[in-house]
């Protein structure tokens, strides 16, 4: 199937700083991809999503000043988390698709990275 | 306030069983539900999204059926195996007032071989 990684796997940082975490599709090309959080006890929530060539789409509740989403090409994504804090801890995990629904000869399956442990001290 | 809930949380079942495990959800202006699985160290993987205007949606021994006016999605899983055993979650996307996708806490499954 296809793969999706995420770089880097775990990351630690000083709280005001800023931490990017890249998810990349390495062997297709993702018109949309999504970004995720699980708390520590486990629960998942969607941030936003980002489809090619167009700004990110940020859920209901999240900062888009604090979790900055570039879609640079059809294989990249960056969530760059802008002057992070403790509560900002966290396994972020990014997804990929490789078209939007209803296109032909696409399979529409969503493809999941391994996710980035982010602890902020 | 839309909340998901998963019952049971955690299940038990011998190899081959055939399984239901349930996802409820209060309000019933959804835009789609999806189903996942989650396996520790391996990650999520998504197993079935139905629109808000479809039923059910199969894959292989997967099959998730939604009844948005009870509330309700269930998926069922035939002649369970050992490597079916993982976390399953589902989630409920809503569009009121923005768009946010609202995943319950997960049904923790164990296939004993």
């Known amino acids: 199937g296809a793969v999706v990684s995420q770089h880097p796997s775990r990351v630690i940082c000083k709280s005001g700083t800023s931490v990017k975490i890249e998810c990349r599709s390495l062997d297709f090309q993702a018109t949309t991809m999504f970004w995720y959080r699980q708390f520590p006890k486990k629960s998942l929530m969607l941030m936003a999503t980002s489809n090619e060539g167009s700004k990110a789409t940020y859920e209901q509740g999240v900062e888009k000043d604090k979790f900055l989403i570039n879609h640079a090409s059809l294989t990249l994504s960056t969530l760059t988390v802008t002057s992070a804090h403790p509560e900002d801890s966290s396994f972020y995990i990014c997804?990929?698709?490789?078209?939007?629904?209803?296109?032909?000869?696409?399979?529409?399956?969503?493809?999941f990275g391994p996710g980035t442990r982010l602890t902020v001290t | 306030k839309q909340e998901v809930t998963q019952i049971p949380a955690a299940l038990s079942v011998p190899e081959g069983e055939n399984l239901v495990l349930n996802c409820s959800f209060t309000?019933?202006?959804?835009?789609?539900l999806q189903w996942f699985r989650q396996d520790p160290g391996k990650g999520l993987t998504s197993l079935l999204l139905?629109?808000?205007?479809?039923r059910e949606q199969t894959s292989g021994r997967l099959n998730a059926s939604l009844d948005k006016s009870s509330g309700r999605s269930t998926l069922y899983i035939a002649a369970s195996q050992p490597g079916d055993s993982a976390t399953y979650l589902c989630a409920v996307r809503q569009g009121t007032g923005g768009f946010k996708t609202i995943f319950g806490a997960g049904t923790r499954l164990f296939v004993k071989a």
């Open positions: 309000d019933s202006a959804i835009y789609n």
């Open positions: 139905i629109q808000s205007s479809q």
């Open positions: 997804s990929a698709r490789d078209a939007p629904r209803g296109r032909v000869g696409y399979s529409y399956e969503q493809y």
